[in-house]
Structure formats: C-alpha cells, structure tokens
C-alpha cells in the first residue's frame, strides 16, 4: 500500500540512477554551488551588501575586475550604489530562493490538494473550486500582492509590517501560483480516478484521501514537478516586480531579482555586468534545478522501470 | 476608429527619402512622449503632459519665449491700472481653428470656464476680484490685492471660443464624463489637432490662419506616447520617430556617440529636496526610539544635511547632469536669491559632532519615504542618501513606493522624511514659500504641499508681502529674507535641479525650454 | 449537458459579483484616483469636492452596489483619467490583445507541443538544447526578453517594427492585423515575446506526460505487437496526453492575458492590458473593475470550453461527469 512512498526513501537505488547520469551530476554541483553559496553568503561574501553605512557611491559602477577600469576589491564590479555585485547576489539569491521556495511551497501544497480533491470528488467540491480558480486567475497577481499588503499593513503595527515582509510576499506569489497546480492536479486526476488501481483501492474501502496522496500523487509527480521547477524562476521574477510596486523587500536589501530588474536600466549604458551576472545566476539555478526536476522524476517515478 | 500608418522602413531607406523629398516636400514629424496628454481640454486638468501638448494648440494673453520670458500673444500689450489689477489690450484680426473671430468675450468666458468649480486650473484665478470687458479688444482683469506677477502666473491660461464651446455642450470642463472638448479642439495657435485616438496617436498639422509667422517647416505632426523609456529609445534608433523625450540619463553617453543623433540637455525647473516631519511627537518608524522626534532639532536636520554628498549624487546618480541647488528654487527662476546661493558643505564630521550635541551620539533609525516612479533616478537617489546619512548614524529604513500611493501616504504624515521635487508653475520664488514653506491653512489654501508642517511665523508674515510687493528690490530683499530663514533652519534640504534630457535625430532642430513643453512651432525638419 | 452548461453560466455571474468585489476591496491599496487627476496646485478643498462628486467617500458597500447595478444595465461609467466611456476604451483596446494573444497562443502550441513529444522520444543534442534554451527564456525577465528582440530586429537589422501595431483594417469596429503586411510583421516581435512562458510550460508538460503514457504497458505491448512506431506514437500516445493538453491552452490563455500586461507596455502594443497597465498608474477605477470583471467572464467562458473539451476527449471523464 505505502509502496510508493517506500520508493522515496530507497537512497541507495536513487544514488545508484544518479551516479550514472552525468548531466544530473552536473546540474546538482551547479545547483549545490549556488544554493550553497546563497545559504552561506555572510561567510562567504566579501562584504555586507546591507550594510549601508559601509557603501560608497564613488564606488558605483565599477566594471568587473579584470577589465580596463576595473577594480580588485570588486571582482564582478560593483552595482549603481556602490555594493560590490559579487556579495549582493550571493545575499539577493537567499533572500529570492527564500521567498521563492516558501512560495511555491506554498502554491504547491494548497494548488495540488485542492486539484486532487476536486479531481477526485468532482461535483459540487470541484464546481466551487475551480470557480475560486476563475476568480484568483482573474486577478492579476499584482493586484493579489497589493491585497495582500494592504490586508497585512491594516492587521500589523506599522513596525511590524516589516519583519513579515517575508510573510506577505510568500503569501502574495503563492496565491498567484497555485492555480496552475490545482487546475494540472485535477486534469490528470480526472484520469487516474478511472484507473483501476484507484477502483481497487475504493473496492478495498479505502479512506479517499490516502487513496489520493499515496496512489494518485505519485503517478501524477510528473506535471506536479514541471511547474514547481518552471515556477521557481516565476516567483523570483515576480518578487522583484512586487518590490518596484514597494510590496517587496526594503529597497536596501535587493533580492536577486530586484538586481536584475535594477540592471535592466543599464542594458543599453555600456554597465553589462550589472544586468548580465544576476541573470546569469538566475538562469543557472533554473536550468539545475529543472534537470535535478526531471532527473528525480524519472528516478521515482513507479512506473519508469 | 482611427487606422495607423507607419512606415517600416529601415533608418537607411528613410534618409534616403528625406533627402529625396527635398525641402518644399511634406515633411512629417515624429515625436513620442511618456505620457499621453489625458484630455485636450486646457482647463481640465493642471498637468504639464496636457499644458506642454496643448501650448501648440491653444494660446493664452500672453506666452513664454525660448528664455521662458514673458511675451504678448493673444495681448499685444499689457498694463497695470494703479493696484486694482492688470488690461490686457487684444491682438485684432486673430481667428480660431473653425475661423470664427477671437475677442475679448471670448476671455472673458474662458476667465469664466477656466476659474469655475469644475476647472483644474482654478487656483490661477484665486486672486482675482472680477473681470470686465472694456470694448471688443479690451479686458481688464481687477485683483484682490495689487498683484505683480499676474501676467507671469497666466501663461498657460488658454482661451477658448464662446461660441464652438457652448454650441457643442462643453461650456464647462466636465470632471465626470468627456465632453466635446475632451478630445476636440478649437484654438488659435500654430497647430490644429486633426486625428485623435486616445493613448495611440494624436495628429496635428500647422493652422494656416495663423496670426504669427511659423518658424517651422514640418507640415504633419504625429504623436505617440511610448511608455517604456528601452523601447522609446528603440523607436528612434530605428528611425521610427524623430525625437523623444526624456531619455535615461544612464544611456546618455552612448547617445551622444552616436552618428545621426543629438542629445539635447537642459536643466529643468524642478529642484529635489528632502522635507522633515517637523511636528511629529514621535518618530514614526523607529526601531529604537519612542516617545521623541530627533528632527525637531535643527541640529539633527543640519547633520542630515551636511551628511549629505551631493556631489557624489549629481557625478554618480545623476551622470553629472544635474546642478547643486542651495534653496527651493533653481537660478534660472525669478526671485532666485543670489545672496543666499551657497549650500552647506558636505562634511560627514560635523554632522557627527552635530548628532552627539544633540544628544544622538550613537544614532538612531527612521522612516525615508521615497516615490520609484515620479522623478528622474529618485529610488536610486534615496538608497545613496540612506547610504550618506548612515555614515553619521542616521540609519534610514527606506520605503520606495509609486507615486500613486506616495502622496496619500504623505497626506497621511506616514514618514519621518521624505523625498519632494517641486517645480514653481509660476517660475517665480513666491510659488514654493507659499506651498511649501508657509504654515498649512487650509482656509487660504497655503502650505499645503508643506507635508511636515515646518512653521515659521516670520516666513508667514513674509509671504503676502512678497505677493503684492511692486516693487523688484524691496521684493528680492523680502525673498532673501525668507531664504535665509528657510536655509537657517534648515527647513528642507534642497539637493539638486533635475535636468532634462530630451533626444532627436540630428536632422532635427528644436528649442528645449525650461518647462519641459514641447513647442511644436520651433522645431525644424532638415 | 444544457444543464451543465446552465449551472456553469449561474455560477459565472458568481464568479464576476466575486472579482468585482475583491477588485473594490483593494482599489483603496492601489493608490489614490484624485491625487492622479489633479495638477499640484489644486487645493485640498478642490479635491475633496471631486471626491464627493464622484462617490468615493460613499461607504465601500454603497460604492460597490452602485458599480454592480450600472454594471447590469450596461452603464460602465467614464474614466477618471481620460473622462472617456468605459466601454469604448475597452472596446477600441479588445482586438489589439485578443489577436497578440491568439498569436502567442499559436506559436506556444505550434512550437510547444512538436517540441515536447520530440524532447520526450530523442535525447541528444537538439533536445537538450531545446530544454535549455526555453529554460533561459523564463529567466530572463518578459521586459528584458522584448527589449532585446526590439534592439535585435528592429534596431540592428530593421527587419521588424519596435513599437505599435502596424497598419490596421477595419471590420466594422474591430481594427484587426491580419489584413496587412505591417499588421503581421507588427504581431512577431511581441508574439513570440510572449509566448515564450507559455512555450516552456507546454512544451515541458506534453513532454513529462508523452514520457508517462509511453512507460505504460499498452504502450510497452504495443510495442511488443510491433505497431509502426509513428503510429504508435501518434496515435495512442499523444491521444493519451490530449487531456492535460486541452487543460495547458486553457492555462495558456490565463496567463496570456495575464503576462500580456507587461508584453503590450514593452511593445506599446494599444491593447486592454496597457490600458490596465496605465489605469493602475492612474488609479483608474472605472477602467480597472470593469477590466477586472472582463477577464473574469472570459476565464469562465474559456474554462468551461475545456471542461466541455473533456467529455468530448475522454470517454472517462464523460461517465464522471454524469452523476454530478
């Protein structure tokens, strides 16, 4: 019955797939290298991007060491404000990959039971759903992020709004998300439902939701891990979107997709690096972490061997 | 429904054509904007996208010159009658877009339409008393007080025909519906409007009938508003529109070096400050103190000033297109206070030596409220002052926010400092003392841009003298005065006069004028 | 069936009176709608007085069953911004966005779904590449992505138009781009721009589910039995990935009308997404909940297309449904 979860935790058979698959090896060093580098950034980083009082406009726009003007303390240049760019996406990576994965975490959850419960039980439950889906669809997710704000800016002491800033954003983007989950949940649910293993299970009497989590969910991983790992790069974009809109985070910490968005401003001026090495980080992680997406699951996919 | 033409034609081919079609030839215009003027009606709405579009369309009694100097226009000349207010003389023989004659009823109900309760531009007509038409080409518009500057505040009051404004229902500017006048026009300036889709493309060509020689030679103008400054850029450098304006200061290098292209700088009106809550019991957004506000104390507003590098901000921010400004008002205005012209000095020691006489020794945080869309770099600004001011221990949390949002929550005295840019519609001293400045009463409709309620007894008693002072020096000594105050207690701390950056191909000749309007009648095709 | 699709239209003017009301609720976050209409030297008093004319001091309730009774007679009210009809805007903006977005809807199928069932039966180079490469698409901000492609084809080579619509036809009123040789080239730039998250997510999606149908045992007997591979792949197993497709186009057009926010400013392409885009700027009231309430109608029109889709695709489903 929990055969398919038994399958998860199997890590010898999982290290086994993945030690003879190069491209995946690849992908988690590359994946390890950045998470890692984000996760340690105070220990890592050459200097505090957050700390203001230590940054020197006269210091802005330095291009990357080794170029004509470059500086050494800089080694990829410094951003408009004087930050060494190196240390700030290093910081501005955790602080994305922190709201990026609590909301699509976030999205997940909420977007997959939903879209299993509708699937399944169909009827009145689904009806009622899927119009809640019109309607957050609807909404374009700016205006969910300012809902969200507002609502949390109303409840919260003016002090505090800024110490759940995390809150709110993965509250904002997580609610922006998750239809996509739900509405791919239910479609391929509608499937499984009559399959026969489900009908055996249902025979057997089974509870509905442990037919749900442990027989469906796992044959429907597949969609499931396509837009957790697409949407990664969607919610650190959109995060970066919400701070110009003064939802995101304090405009003197830049999350790694405020950076980009900051650097698009210099496309044109001759300052690349500045829009180049945030985006570079970005599409690096996302292209990992899609590869680590798939490698996992064709690994744990019951019926791929 | 209006279709749109537009040639695609690479840059190559177009100049081919331009020196093809030759000088006697039609030679449209192209121009692209940020924002598209919201209505065509000149009393509806006091904003300078509308005010700078419909300068080409409509006139008023008088008109700025290229040096932004008074000049007659629909008046030929004017004077004052003693200290009850000014006569306007009328030009003869000035006819509108539909050919009907222009007089001086026609001023008197543009007075009428222009100062009513659903005009926008209302507040140019505060001082005036009444109105009366002297004969056809006569009009005499009494004030409440002796007023200097009337002239000068009415430039871009434009007059309207009774007859075409009455006859199709728009007598009065409508702020719930459109009325004919929202998207028509009938004026007596250099263009006529002849195709209008609203936020795509609006059509002009040059008005035969009129009055004044056209310096001119482009016989179709078309314009488009193109939000995103990248693809504006885009536009121009694919040859699709002639000019555009502004441009980001950032790409203004690579502009310039380029071939086929002009840059054309100026400065503009505005001048960025930052503004204290000057009132407040407490701060607002500290994290570590309650109970007391630290820039109630000029000392603590001194070191945030001298904590400030604003040479750094204009080379590094502003690309070093920006000029230092020491008082609300930038040099090229009237009543500019050349005797008050020098700035505090940067000098990051004695704003510390200042925090620790006031007892600030070791800092403390607070709330900088900043706009991220409305001036030019001005998140950017904010983050490098915050950057300053930590340096002496005055830790800024910084709010970046739109604008749209920004100013209700300045009305709301949600900040503990704040970003202002503030350009005088008069181009004259008195305008920011008597928004800015001057205690708020809203009764008399004063200070009420001042959103920290800085309050000054003697600036109060200053300001009426300086509005209805006749004569120049015993007026430039009553404007000195005040900015010394103003500049003694540190009131604001004014930083820097934004600059306008406009860009063109170089086949294009135009004059750039301080108000950013965009003056169709000086721009030559070559 | 008449009866599902009753249910689902009285549970559409649900889902409207729902958005509208949310819309309402978060307009006073959006900023404030006088402060954007007014020149700086217009007094408070002044301002107060709009504020009254127009209604917004009136209790949010009031305001709301005010917008919603207009709303049923038709009555879409005037802009703040430009003192316009409503309808009219939105109207004159309509066949910009629905053709840009049936463009990109196209390029995300047409390119999307080959290159899904080819990423799921090859590996190689050209598979990889193409996972790659549309990885690097959804990285990459929407604005940068169009910038670069206006600096790319309209800047450096001139091939394409950088901004607007090209030259329009007009059928009655509905100003359309596929008449014209402008109008097409026009559509490129921006289509493509905004189809590439749309492509990424189909493309990977057909492929997880090709990959999925192709492990199962019909697939593997089929085999077996020796069926033509083409067939076999064509036939049975895209057939079997149809459901979650249909589901994608009806993703596909939420997020196009979406996304096509931020495609139509870069491009100011004159469609309902740049108008929304500037009456947020604005705080156009108006403008905004009647937008709102537009996209709402068409997410619920297009959703029951796909659940009708359903039925018609899988016989499985259609037994589900019956006893609903």
């Not at chain 1, 759940?164 to 993965?170: A, K, N, R, W």
């Not at chain 3, 709301?64 to 049923?72: D, E, G, I, Q, T």
Request: aromatic share 10%; glycine share 6%.
């Amino acid at each position: 019955m929990i055969n398919a979860w038994l399958r998860w935790s199997r890590e010898n058979e999982l290290a086994y797939l993945f030690f003879r698959n190069p491209v995946a090896i690849v992908a988690a060093i590359i994946a390890i290298l950045c998470i890692g580098g984000a996760v340690l950034s105070p220990w890592l980083a050459a200097t505090d991007p957050y700390d203001i009082a230590s940054l020197d406009i006269m210091d802005s726009l330095i291009p990357p060491a080794w170029s004509e003007s470059g500086d050494a303390r800089f080694f990829i240049g410094t951003d408009d404000q004087g930050r060494d760019l190196l240390s700030a996406i290093l910081y501005g990576t955790r602080l994305s990959l922190l709201v990026g994965f609590l909301a699509i975490t976030f999205a997940s959850v909420l977007g997959v039971t939903v879209g299993l419960m509708a699937g399944y039980f169909g009827g009145r439950f689904d009806a009622i759903m899927m119009r809640i889906a019109d309607i957050q669809l609807s909404l374009p997710a700016i205006l969910t992020a300012l809902l969200v704000d507002g609502i949390a800016k109303g409840l919260l002491p003016r002090g505090q709004h800024d110490n759940l800033m995390i809150v709110v954003l993965t509250v904002a983007i997580g609610l922006s998300l998750w239809v996509n989950f739900a509405r791919t949940v239910r479609a391929t649910t509608f499937v499984e439902r009559n399959k026969e293993y489900v009908q055996s299970c249902e025979i057997m009497g089974m509870h509905p939701f442990r037919i749900m989590f442990t027989h469906i969910l796992p044959n429907i991983m597949g969609p499931i891990l396509v837009i957790l790992t697409v949407d990664l790069a969607v919610a650190v974009l959109l995060e970066a979107t919400l701070s110009f809109l003064g939802v995101g985070v304090p405009a003197n910490q830049p999350s790694l997709g405020t950076l980009i968005r900051i650097g698009t401003e210099y496309m044109f001026s001759g300052e690349w690096w500045i829009v180049i090495f945030p985006s570079a980080m970005l599409i690096l992680m996302i292209i990992s972490i899609n590869v680590l997406g798939d490698f996992l699951r064709d690994a744990l996919n019951p019926r791929m061997r | 429904m209006t279709v749109i033409f537009r040639r695609s034609l690479s840059v190559g081919f177009a100049a081919l054509w331009l020196t093809a079609s030759g000088v006697t030839q039609a030679e449209t215009f192209k121009w692209a904007g940020t924002t598209d003027p919201q209505t065509m009606d000149p009393h509806a709405t006091n904003s300078a996208p509308v005010l700078g579009f419909l300068n080409n369309v409509y006139e008023g009694l008088v008109r700025r010159n290229k040096e932004m100097k008074i000049e007659p226009a629909l008046a030929e000349s004017w004077e004052q009658i003693g200290s009850d207010g000014w006569r306007f003389n009328l030009r003869e023989g000035v006819t509108f877009h539909d050919g009907s004659a222009f007089t001086a009823d026609d001023v008197l109900f543009s007075y009428e339409r222009a100062s009513s309760e659903d005009s926008d531009v209302r507040s140019w007509f505060a001082p005036v008393d009444s109105v009366a038409v002297v004969d056809d080409y006569t009009i005499d518009f009494l004030t409440k007080a002796p007023n200097p500057l009337f002239p000068d505040s009415i430039a871009n009051f434009m007059i309207m025909d009774r007859d075409w404004t009455t006859s199709n229902e728009a007598a009065r500017p409508s702020r719930e519906a459109e009325n004919f006048a929202t998207r028509n026009t009938n004026g007596t300036g250099a263009f006529t409007v002849t195709s209008r889709d609203p936020g795509v493309k609006t059509t002009l060509q040059p008005f035969d009938g009129w009055w004044d020689t056209l310096e001119s030679n482009i016989t179709e103008a078309v314009f488009t508003p193109i939000g995103e400054s990248a693809t504006g850029m885009a536009a121009l450098l694919s040859g699709e529109i002639d000019f555009i304006s502004p441009i980001p200061l950032q790409d203004v290098p690579r502009m310039k070096e380029r071939d086929g292209f002009t840059v054309h700088e100026g400065v503009e009106a505005r001048v960025l400050m930052f503004g204290f809550a000057h009132q407040a019991d407490s701060l607002k957004f500290s994290d570590d103190l309650t109970g007391e506000n630290p820039f109630k104390d000029v000392r603590v507003r001194q070191a945030a000033y001298q904590a400030i590098n604003v040479d750094a901000l204009i080379d590094k921010v502003m690309r070093g297109s920006a000029q230092p400004a020491s008082q609300l008002v930038s040099s090229a205005m009237k009543g500019y206070s050349e005797a008050k012209s020098e700035r505090l000095a940067y000098d990051p020691d004695a704003a510390m030596q200042l925090m620790k006489d006031a007892g600030y020794e070791d800092g403390f945080s607070f709330g900088l409220q900043c706009p991220n869309d409305r001036y030019i770099n001005d998140e950017a600004i904010c983050k490098a002052a915050a950057s300053m001011f930590a340096k002496v221990g005055l830790n800024a949390k910084l709010t970046a926010m739109p604008v749209r949002n920004y100013w209700p929550e300045l009305r709301e005295d949600n900040f503990d400092m704040y970003l202002l840019g503030w350009s005088p519609g008069t181009f004259d001293a008195e305008h920011p003392i008597r928004f800015l400045a001057h205690t708020p009463n809203s009764e008399k409709k004063l200070g009420s841009w001042n959103f920290g309620d800085y309050s000054n007894a003697r600036v109060d008693e200053l300001l009426p003298m300086i509005q209805t002072e006749l004569d120049e020096d015993t007026r430039q000594a009553m404007i000195d005065e005040t900015t010394e105050l103003l500049q003694q207690e540190i009131a604001y701390i004014p930083m820097y006069v934004q600059p306008l950056i406009w860009a063109s191909k170089d086949t294009i000749e135009l004059t750039q004028r301080t108000d950013n309007f965009f003056i169709l009648r000086w721009v030559t095709v070559n | 069936m008449l009866a599902f699709v009753l249910r689902r239209l009285a549970q559409s003017i649900f889902v409207m009176l729902a958005v509208s009301l949310i819309a309402f609720s978060l307009f006073r976050f959006v900023g404030d709608p006088i402060a954007q209409m007014v020149g700086q030297e217009t007094s408070i008093e002044d301002q107060e007085n709009i504020r009254e004319r127009l209604g917004l001091n009136d209790p949010l309730t009031t305001q709301y069953v005010r917008f919603v009774s207009n709303l049923s007679q038709a009555e879409f009210g005037y802009s703040y911004r430009t003192r316009q009809p409503v309808s009219e805007m939105i109207l004159s903006r309509l066949p910009a966005t629905l053709e840009l977005g049936a463009i990109s809807l196209v390029i995300s199928l047409i390119v999307g779904i080959p290159a899904g069932i080819y990423t799921a039966l090859k590996r190689g180079f050209l598979s990889n590449a193409l996972l790659v490469a549309t990885l690097v698409g959804i990285s990459i901000p929407t604005f940068v992505i169009g910038i670069f492609l206006i600096y790319l084809f309209g800047v450096s080579l001139g091939w394409l138009p950088t901004f607007g619509r090209g030259q329009t036809v007009a059928l009655g009123w509905w100003q359309t781009n596929f008449l014209t040789v402008s109008g097409w080239k026009a559509l490129i730039l921006p289509g493509v721009t905004l189809g590439v998250y749309q492509l990424t997510l189909t493309m990977r999606l057909v492929r997880a589910e090709m990959q999925e149908v192709l492990k199962t045992d019909y697939i593997k007997f089929a085999t077996a039995r020796g069926i033509n591979y083409r067939s076999l792949y064509l036939n049975h197993a895209f057939r079997n990935t149809l459901v979650p497709v249909v589901t994608i186009i009806g993703l596909q057009l939420g997020g196009i009308i979406a996304f096509s926010i931020v495609t139509e400013s870069v491009f100011q392409w004159p469609g309902m997404g740049l108008l929304f885009l500037e009456s947020i700027r604005y705080v156009d009231i108006p403008v905004m909940s009647v937008y709102l309430v537009l996209i709402a109608l068409m997410f619920v029109v297009i959703n029951l297309v796909v659940d009708l889709l359903y039925f018609a695709i899988d016989p499985r489903v259609r037994l589900r449904g019956s006893h609903d």
